[in-house]
């Protein structure tokens, strides 16, 4: 009994010594690596909205950067998975883009001829079958690298060139447009947000969410005798995330409709247009589906057996086989889902688009994989987190919108984005370094 | 120990070759239940080969493997945990990256009704097990990477007992160890025996298992050189049979043997 209130002394003691920051870390538990994030991204934001004149940190850039982050992020969750069981994926923007001209195909030429045009079904079917087809590339490929042997590298770099080439193929290069009215919801823009009662909802629901997740974290460690936080730390913990989601939801039902398309809403009714009517856009469609892809992705991580052994692969793959996992069919199962994804990413850039081109997703493998590494996932393999990743998604984003606002030529920001991403690992194998 | 008894667990004859080379040639190895099996030889002679055929890490090339004196097909380690054989691995084949618990149910976990991973219970007969080999470990929330040699030495010998092992497989189980943990290890090898699990020990130092072991097999560059009762033969005699391939009386000589010149 002594021995364990000294030692408790002597724990408390050890931090009032590292002063009041790592005190404050350690109470709250607040990953170090993720706020060092958060903190470059909120320089950025406040460094471009300086340098622009104002223009960064304003409610219709800000639900923009939101839009245009989805497709990456979506994308990203999955490259979590495959980076660290130390593979890697570049035909993900290829996918994407052979799965859009499928999707486009079916949705605009071949469903139109047995449905009703606008039928509700026509989405649904579009996007199922986009999903199927990109389970089946990736499983494919996954097949190929798990079964076969041959490295992640060399098949999706084959993978890069063969769905390119079939996406051209797929009506000789010709575009297809334009999509159907309710699958182009996916991609935002006003009709393809919620409102601002919806949005208000959705954020009272997360925030009623992350208070549920924070009691019970804390039921189940006083069950286990698990040093607790401090209370002060939970509340503070409880109230900045609400303060954020809540922050959040007013940016983006901060911004209005803009008046043309509030003029067209009001005479499609038949109704009168009024003066100084403010309709917010809420959250987009698009952005929902990237929390929801991150959220059920961030579960699938940690709390499922797929996602434990996905993690013992990447940390020692012989000792995941030798305690009798099957690691191929996970491997293959992981490209699977990464094929899922970027079917997903593509019906949200399609319907952005308006339509299926054959060029759609170039380069975005880069995207993905940077936005990966740079929310923290170690190329050599066994960490990673798929909040971090959403968050490297957001950041590069914010990179090129801003860059876009301050009127730099494209030669220059792809310069800019390159080496951002070399400092920021070179910062991150810094950190480590220190960390161990 | 009866000779008459079914063995545990029987190797007969069994073959690896590994681009021309055997690693394994002709080896016959048999095992009773509550006995310890001392397996010796150089590094190189095979035994880690041998024993990774028996925990399903290699698929043999020729001979026989039976349980209970029923001949069993081991593909995998799957297969092999399915009958009761855990492994320590030389290597102690853990991932670095998760915690204690994670690592003990590793490819076994519990989980929920709702079918996610219950690392609560989990960790609670993780305390348990842990509680009983090494009873002032404490990190169960740090990753396996952050752990000293013998603390992680203590969870790979856990995750070998955890589920009811009948036959365990050793390799070099003290590698890591200093004298304390090793005197450890050496308690824990007895309270198993008591308990009627089989075990198979492995090393290349006589010195650390001819105490604990009831017979030891030798091998030499694949081959197995002779099996013999610990009471049958000295230290010295099993060291000639380690280095020189030499058969001594109290022995029954294997294909390795040097032949009867001595």
């Known amino acids: 009994m002594s021995e364990a209130t000294s030692?408790?002394?002597?724990?408390?003691?050890?931090?009032?010594?590292?002063?009041p920051v790592a005190g404050f870390l350690k109470a709250t538990e607040l990953d170090t690596r993720m706020l060092g994030m958060i903190g470059a991204?909120?320089?950025?934001?406040?460094?471009?909205?300086?340098?622009?004149?104002?223009?960064?940190?304003?409610?219709?850039?800000?639900?923009?950067?939101?839009?245009?982050?989805?497709?990456?992020?979506?994308?990203?969750?999955?490259?979590?998975?495959?980076?660290?069981?130390?593979?890697?994926?570049?035909?993900?923007?290829?996918?994407?883009?052979?799965v859009g001209m499928v999707m486009g195909v079916v949705q605009a030429e071949l469903l139109p001829q047995s449905l009703d045009f606008g039928n509700p079904w026509i989405w649904v079917i579009a996007l199922a079958v986009g999903i199927g087809v990109g389970a089946l590339i990736g499983g494919l490929q996954g097949f190929v690298i798990a079964y076969l042997g041959v490295p992640a590298f060399i098949v999706t770099l084959g993978g890069l060139l063969v769905w390119r080439g079939a996406a051209w193929w797929v009506t000789s290069g010709r575009t297809v447009a334009p999509m159907d009215a309710t699958f182009r919801l996916m991609g935002g823009g006003p009709a393809g947000s919620i409102g601002a009662t919806w949005s208000w909802i959705i954020g009272l629901a997360g925030c009623v969410a992350l208070m549920l997740v924070l009691v019970n974290g804390r039921i189940q460690r006083k069950r286990f005798a698990f040093p607790l936080r401090p209370v002060w730390a939970e509340i503070f913990l409880g109230a900045v995330g609400a303060a954020l989601i809540l922050?959040?939801?007013?940016?983006?039902?901060?911004?209005?409709?803009?008046?043309?398309?509030?003029?067209?809403?009001?005479?499609?009714?038949?109704?009168?247009?009024?003066?100084?009517?403010?309709?917010?856009?809420?959250?987009?469609?698009?952005?929902?589906?990237?929390?929801g892809a991150g959220v059920v992705m961030t579960f699938v991580a940690t709390r499922t057996r797929f996602g434990r052994y996905v993690f013992a692969i990447g940390g020692n793959p012989e000792a995941a086989e030798l305690a009798g996992i099957n690691t191929r069919w996970v491997?293959?199962?992981?490209?699977?889902?990464?094929?899922?994804?970027?079917?997903?990413?593509?019906?949200?850039?399609?319907?952005?688009?308006?339509?299926a081109t054959n060029a759609q997703g170039t380069l975005d493998e880069l995207l993905v994989i940077a936005a990966a590494v740079i929310g923290g996932t170690s190329l050599a393999g066994g960490a990673g987190t798929v909040a971090g990743a959403m968050l490297g998604a957001v950041l590069m984003q914010s990179l090129q919108s801003g860059m876009v606002l301050l009127g730099v030529d494209t030669p220059l920001q792809n310069i800019v984005v390159g080496l951002v991403l070399v400092v920021a690992v070179w910062l991150d194998t810094l950190y480590r370094r220190r960390v161990q | 120990m009866s000779a008459t008894q079914t063995p545990l667990v029987e190797l007969t004859n069994i073959s690896i070759a590994f681009g021309g080379i055997r690693a394994v040639d002709d080896a016959s190895v048999d095992l009773h239940r509550g006995e310890v099996m001392a397996l010796l030889g150089h590094n190189?002679?095979?035994?880690?080969?041998l024993i990774k055929i028996l925990s399903g890490a290699y698929k043999r090339d020729a001979g026989e493997i039976r349980v209970d004196g029923k001949p069993v097909a081991i593909n995998n380690p799957r297969d092999a945990?399915?009958?009761?054989?855990?492994?320590?691995?030389?290597?102690?084949?853990?991932?670095?990256?998760?915690?204690?618990?994670?690592?003990?149910?590793l490819g076994r976990e519990r989980l929920t009704p709702w079918g996610t991973l219950d690392d609560v219970a989990m960790e609670a007969e993780a305390r348990k097990v842990m509680g009983r080999l090494n009873p002032r470990f404490e990190r169960f929330k740090d990753p396996v990477k952050a752990l000293s040699g013998g603390q992680r030495q203590s969870v790979a010998i856990a995750r070998a007992i955890?589920?009811?092992?009948?036959?365990?497989?050793?390799?070099?189980?003290?590698?890591?160890?200093?004298?304390?943990?090793t005197a450890q290890v050496a308690d824990l090898v007895k309270q198993l025996k008591s308990e009627g699990i089989g075990i198979f020990l492995i090393s290349h130092d006589i010195h650390d298992v001819f105490d604990l072991a009831d017979r030891v097999c030798v091998m030499k560059n694949g081959q197995v050189v002779g099996t013999a009762s610990t009471d049958d033969v000295t230290k010295d005699e099993v060291l000639g049979m380690i280095i020189l391939g030499k058969c001594p009386a109290g022995a029954t000589p294997g294909p390795g043997a040097l032949s009867a010149v001595a």
């Open chain 2, 81 to 105: 945990k399915h009958y009761g054989i855990e492994t320590i691995y030389q290597t102690l084949a853990l991932a670095d990256n998760v915690d204690a618990a994670a690592n003990l149910f």
């Open chain 1, 247 to 291: 922050g959040a939801v007013w940016v983006v039902n901060s911004y209005p409709w803009p008046i043309g398309i509030v003029r067209r809403h009001f005479e499609g009714q038949g109704l009168p247009v009024p003066e100084d009517v403010f309709i917010a856009h809420g959250i987009a469609i698009p952005v929902l589906i990237a929390l």
């Open chain 1, 331 to 355: 491997v293959m199962k992981i490209f699977m889902l990464m094929g899922a994804l970027a079917a997903i990413g593509s019906a949200i850039s399609t319907a952005r688009l308006n339509a």
């Open chain 2, 162 to 181: 955890l589920f009811n092992a009948r036959i365990l497989i050793m390799d070099e189980p003290t590698a890591a160890l200093g004298p304390q943990e």
């Open chain 1, 41 to 98: 991204l909120v320089l950025i934001w406040v460094g471009f909205h300086f340098l622009s004149g104002g223009l960064f940190l304003t409610p219709r850039n800000l639900w923009n950067l939101s839009v245009q982050s989805s497709s990456i992020a979506v994308m990203a969750t999955g490259m979590v998975l495959v980076i660290v069981t130390r593979n890697i994926d570049l035909s993900v923007g290829s996918i994407l883009g052979f």
């Open chain 2, 44 to 49: 190189g002679a095979g035994k880690s080969t």
């Open chain 1, 7 to 19: 030692a408790a002394s002597a724990d408390r003691a050890r931090t009032t010594e590292a002063g």
